[in-house]
T-cell receptor, first 114, second 115 residues
């Protein structure tokens, strides 16, 4: 079955330190990859996506993600975390097949301490 | 432009009752999706409308769930009768197209609690 794994329920990092939120996927073919963020009482907000091309994708709020095809990973990164980055992060894939639904991971709660 | 609007934002109902969730997509977005997140688990796809037609309803859990999109504008998702396991956050998303150039805009979700 096609799936997305976010192995960490929670990531804790101090403000100013780099952060990584991990994502691996098990999907056939060449999927499209996404990261979304959910702040409290808000909807899912788009951060970035990988379709094709450069493996390092830059997105909103200073976030970036690196696509690694051999490891089937799409880890989210930021060089210097902010307290305001604290939120719930979801990795998602859209299989490159018929149908346009996204397959999501469980989500990772990022907590940035001051 | 207005975003995707969902209401109610919260709903608490008793087992066996009926609940109807509503989603108003961004105007002009033909594609409308429903997803659900059960506490602590993945957000799972329920179904996809293109205008008023159900394009893909493979994620609908059972026949207690009925989704409609009359006229191709807003959509409703009815749960009848509700069961405890239906509790979760129901998200709606819309998209102008289905190509990779188009993104998905999500609503804030409806938190449904069945007691």
């Amino acid at each position: 079955a096609q799936s997305v794994a976010q192995p960490e329920d929670q990531v804790n990092v101090a403000e100013g330190n780099p952060l990584t939120v991990k994502c691996t996927y098990s999907v056939s073919g060449n999927p499209y990859l996404f990261w979304y963020v959910q702040y409290p009482n808000r909807g899912l907000q788009f951060l970035l996506k990988y379709i094709t091309g450069d493996n390092l994708v830059k997105g909103s709020y200073g976030f970036e993600a690196e696509f690694n095809k051999s490891q089937t990973s799409f880890h989210l990164k930021k060089p210097s975390a902010l307290v305001s980055d604290s939120a719930l992060y979801f990795c998602a894939v859209r299989p490159n097949q018929a149908g346009t639904a996204l397959i999501f991971g469980k989500g990772t709660t990022l907590s940035v301490s001051s | 432009e207005a975003g995707v609007t969902q209401f109610p934002s919260h709903s608490v109902i008793e087992k066996g009752q009926t609940v109807t969730l509503r989603c108003d997509p961004i105007s002009g977005h033909d594609n409308l999706y429903w997803y659900r997140r059960v506490m602590g688990k993945e957000i799972k796809f329920l179904l996809h409308f293109v205008k008023e037609s159900k394009q893909d309803e493979s994620g609908m859990p059972n026949n207690r769930f009925l989704a409609e999109r009359t006229g191709g504008t807003y959509s409703t998702l009815k749960v009848q009768p509700a069961e405890l396991e239906d509790s979760g956050v129901y998200f709606c998303a819309s998209s102008q197209g289905i190509g990779t150039a188009y993104g998905y805009t999500f609503g804030s979700g409806t938190r449904l609690t069945v007691v």
